[in-house]
């Protein structure tokens, strides 16, 4: 089972603060998930990245894929207190079972 | 926008009973998925239906495990004999294709067991 490790595991910033999350493992992935999960609720897909090298955009928040499809990160610009949230990342293995394995998460609070 | 159902969002039960978790996926998915998030702990896969049978599943999904699609529209997770260790939150989901599409997850049943 190939392992997500992400960082940091918490973070508390103010708004309008800018941050990056990251998400690394030792294995290569086909493609890598980025989710959003609110307390008492199912993770939210917010992105699929599959390219090696590739970056995505949504709104204020910027994924990238590492060039070696190892590690992935999340920036976000000017954050605002309506997303805080577990932010996990998910990957399939390249050649392995497309299930996907988890990350254990960063639990992001962003403070008016 | 469609969106994955699940009921009832808590239950308790006593160790030893058997529970159904309920899920109405999107319509017209054709990939569904079992998964638990024990509290404080990461979400982990136990199950994947398609083409009405299991496709795969984990360690964790043993004997006491069983899933079901008894109507073309509802998809069951059953435990036959619950332990504490069951108690966890568990998340239905859905996909058009496999992994690449993504899944949309329900809001999950808490299971508490007692």
């Known amino acids: 089972t190939q392992l997500l490790e992400q960082s940091p595991q918490f973070l508390s910033i103010q708004e309008g603060e800018n941050l990056t999350v990251y998400c690394n493992s030792s294995?290569?992935?086909?493609?890598l998930q980025w989710y959003r999960q609110e307390p008492g609720e199912g993770p939210v897909l917010l992105v699929t990245?599959?390219?090696?090298?590739e970056v995505k955009k949504l709104k204020r928040l910027t994924f990238q894929f590492g060039d070696a499809r190892k590690d992935s990160s999340l920036h976000i610009t000017a954050a605002q207190p309506g997303d805080t949230g577990l932010y996990l990342c998910?990957?399939?293995?390249?050649?392995?079972?497309?299930?996907?394995?988890f990350g254990r998460g960063t639990s992001l609070i962003v403070h008016p | 926008e469609p969106e994955v159902t699940q009921t009832p969002s808590h239950q308790v039960t006593q160790m030893g009973q058997e529970v159904i978790l309920r899920c109405v996926p999107i319509?017209?998915?054709?990939?569904f998925y079992w998964y638990r998030q024990i509290l404080g702990q990461k979400v982990e896969f136990l199950v994947s239906?398609?083409?009405?049978?299991?496709s795969e599943k984990s360690e964790i999904f043993d004997d006491q495990f069983s899933v079901e699609r008894p109507d073309g529209s509802n998809f069951t997770l059953k435990i036959r004999s619950t332990k504490l260790e069951d108690s966890a939150m568990y998340f239905c989901?859905?996909?058009?294709?496999?992994w690449g599409y993504g899944y949309t997850f329900g809001s999950g049943t808490r299971l508490t067991v007692v």
């Open positions: 989901a859905s996909s058009w294709g496999d």
């Open positions: 294995s290569v992935f086909s493609s």
């Open positions: 990245v599959v390219t090696g090298g």
């Open positions: 998910a990957g399939a293995r390249r050649g392995g079972s497309y299930i996907p394995t």
């Open positions: 319509s017209n998915h054709l990939y």
């Open positions: 239906f398609y083409n009405n049978e299991i």
